[in-house]
């Protein structure tokens, strides 16, 4: 708060030798200075200082990699993660500006192919493949996903529906009949711990169904990979996902 | 080209894959394929630490120097790797970093945070490689709740269900953020495509029939900057479609009624990355004075270079 006082402090120097109508201004500048409490949560102020901290400890100090990146990106990774505060993959993979494509949602969900409705990962899905020619997809799955729970628990629980949220988790239900069948007699959390990594899988089978995917593993320009976080016990685990091809014919 | 249809994959995803937690079984990364006529997942490697207890590596072995290795510039590591195992490794690495210098010193932080998010802010930002708010904003584990799509576009309330309003409902709803903040940012594929699409829709693109929820962002640019060069015009629209997308949100009834009460705050904001400077400002809601046709009135605008 040094620099709050710092500022009253400032001000008041000012008062001594303006006219009435500036005083009466710097007078109420300095009332509402005072009247702030210190441990209210200022959004700005927090948004500067992030940012700020960028520029002088990463931006200023790597310039030929930012004027590198202003020119283009060439990221080798496209990775799905789910929206959670708690889980941005620049923080456990360390991604660095330039590495990652970086689709985060609910419950870090790829649905299969259909343009009608989810252009939105559709559109990620091929910029990352056909424009950027990313190497590698990677979908990070997590513990005591919200999305996942709420997939796992409704409508059996008579909760009022999420309009939203229940339509876009709704693409995890074949993970959420798999985890039923195989640990139905688990407890609640077991089975979703269960249902974070199946749906993980299920989204790396959705991921087959798009065109630039396809063509991107028959080609051995892509692979596939599943993370999951568990931020409970501090472990991470990785998959590779290797479809098989279905040879059709030969002329 | 072909499309193999979901049903295929249906059947594949039925039969047994396990995703084994307590094997640590590895496969060679390079050498003889495995053949299998399954789908099938294999555990390239398990980085599974706890503290005190040994590192398991078993699909290689340490290269000597790791330290020495750890301590060059991070920045280039991945350009430097080639094959697979560099690429597994140099990941678990980095969780292990992680797991070192920022769980494990603050863990009773991240033991309250796994019993429960409460993060104060929503952003929705750009997919784009360069543009992560963790990083360009400094958001620590628990503060942002996050959504990344192309060109950071909210659609509008009456478009339906999808995965931003989704995270809206989530966000607001559940998490009850105080904040939400849109970042656009300089050069953005996304804006580009949109300002490049010709009237005739063109349905063979996903990126297309997303990034038209952006049309009335464009429409504006055209009308208001057609004097200016491509590039320009582009830039214009990636503040423009900012502004839309904070007016697209006030068409979800539970986020205008906690605008109204104060209950939550609505902002936008432009990371230009070729200067690195950071624009941010407040949509200033009077109920009565808000229409949709009319410019977005906003306050507190601070620019930080």
Not at chain 1, 147 to 156: A, F
Request: with cysteine; net charge neutral.
């Amino acid at each position: 708060m040094g620099s709050l006082e710092e500022a009253i402090e400032g001000l008041k120097k000012f008062l001594s030798d303006k006219d009435d109508a500036a005083v009466a201004k710097i007078k109420k500048l300095i009332t509402g200075l005072q009247e702030r409490d210190p441990n209210e949560f200022d959004p700005v102020k927090r948004i500067l200082e992030g940012f700020q901290h960028f520029k002088i400890n990463k931006f200023d100090k790597h310039p030929k990699l930012y004027d590198k990146l202003a020119e283009g990106q060439w990221p080798k990774f496209l990775v799905f993660a789910c929206s959670d505060s708690r889980v941005c993959p620049s923080h456990i993979l360390d991604f660095q500006p330039g590495e990652a494509f970086m689709v985060r949602n609910i419950a870090n969900m790829v649905p299969a192919f259909d343009k009608l409705k989810y252009s939105g990962v559709g559109a990620a899905i091929e910029y990352a493949v056909s424009v950027l020619e990313v190497q590698n997809i990677l979908v990070i799955g997590h513990s005591r996903c919200g999305g996942i729970k709420r997939l796992m628990t409704h409508p059996e629980d008579n909760s009022a529906p999420f309009d939203f949220i229940d339509e876009w988790v709704k693409i995890g239900l074949p993970a959420k009949v798999k985890v039923q069948a195989e640990f139905g007699d688990l407890p609640l959390e077991d089975q979703c711990k269960h249902c974070e990594k199946q749906s993980v899988k299920l989204s790396l089978c959705n991921l087959e169904t798009y065109p630039y995917v396809q063509m991107g593993l028959a080609n051995k320009k892509l692979r596939l990979m599943g993370g999951y976080y568990d931020f409970v016990h501090g472990k991470f685990e990785l998959l590779e996902f290797e479809p098989h091809f279905h040879h059709l014919f030969s002329t | 080209m072909a499309t193999l249809s979901p049903s295929s994959f249906t059947k594949n995803f039925n039969s047994s894959i396990d995703f084994p937690i307590t094997s640590f079984q590895t496969f060679a990364i390079f050498g003889p394929k495995l053949k299998t006529e399954q789908t099938h997942f294999r555990l390239s490697t398990s980085f599974n630490v706890r503290t005190g207890s040994p590192l398991e590596l078993k699909a290689m072995k340490e290269p000597p120097g790791l330290t020495q290795k750890l301590d060059k510039n991070r920045l280039d590591r991945l350009a430097e790797s080639e094959n697979g195992c560099d690429l597994f490794e140099d990941l678990k690495h980095r969780f292990l970093r992680f797991k070192k210098h920022k769980f494990e010193e603050n863990l009773g932080h991240f033991q309250n945070l796994a019993e429960g998010q409460a993060p104060k802010f929503m952003i929705i930002a750009c997919a784009d490689s360069r543009v992560c708010p963790s990083v360009i904003l400094g958001f620590q584990p628990g503060e942002a709740f996050m959504v990344r799509n192309v060109a950071n576009l909210v659609p509008p309330f009456e478009s339906g269900p999808s995965e931003t309003n989704a995270a809206l409902e989530f966000a607001v709803n559940s998490l009850k953020v105080e904040n939400i903040l849109v970042i656009g940012h300089s050069r953005c594929g996304g804006i580009r495509a949109l300002m490049s699409m010709q009237d005739e829709v063109d349905s063979s693109s996903f990126i297309r029939s997303w990034v038209i929820v952006g049309k009335n962002a464009r429409l504006n640019t055209k009308s208001a900057a057609s004097h200016l060069g491509f590039d320009q015009q582009c830039r214009h629209c990636e503040k423009e479609s900012v502004d839309h997308s904070l007016l697209n949100l006030l068409t979800y009834p539970w986020i205008e009624q906690k605008v109204a009460k104060g209950e939550l705050s609505v902002h936008g904001g432009y990371y230009d990355f070729v200067d690195c400077t950071f624009e941010k400002w407040t949509l200033d809601y009077k109920g009565s004075n808000f229409g949709k046709n009319s410019r977005l009135p906003v306050k507190n605008r601070f620019y930080w270079c």
